[in-house]
C-alpha cells in the first residue's frame, strides 16, 4: 500500500467548487485548505505508485485545478525493506553513541556543513 499526498493549486474564486468535488470524488481524501492561497491538501492511496499517479492524473483534471503536485509518499513495501535491512545488522552505530558516561558536549562532529567547523 502506498499513501501519498498532495497538493492542489486553485485559484482563489474557485476553492470552493473544487474542495466540494475533492470531498466528493472517490480518488482522494480531502484534509485542509486554505482560500487565502488557493491550496488543497489531500492523499491518494493506492497498491503501487502507477495506481497513485492515475489518481493524481484525476485530479489534475478536475476543473479550475491548476496543479496538483505529489509532496510526501509513504510505501510499505519500502518501509519494510528498510526494516529488515536493520533487523540484520543494519548500519554501525559507533560504541560512542551507545556509551552513557560520555557528554554530548564532547562529542565533536566531523560532518560537512558548507566546509565549516563548528
Known sequence: MNISSIVVQVRQEFIDEVVDT??????CDYHFHD????K????????GVSEEIAKVK???AVPHVIAA???M???EDELDQERSKLE?????????????TIRAEDIVYHGDLKKKEI
Open 35 to 38: 482560500k487565502s492561497i488557493g
Open 22 to 27: 475533492l470531498k466528493a470524488s472517490d480518488f
Open 88 to 100: 540484520m545488522g543494519g548500519p554501525n552505530i559507533p560504541d560512542m553513541l551507545n556509551d552513557d
Open 69 to 71: 503536485d505529489m509532496m
Open 58 to 60: 484525476q485530479i489534475q
Open 40 to 47: 488543497i491538501i489531500v492523499t491518494v492511496e493506492g497498491e
Open 73 to 75: 509518499a509513504y510505501s
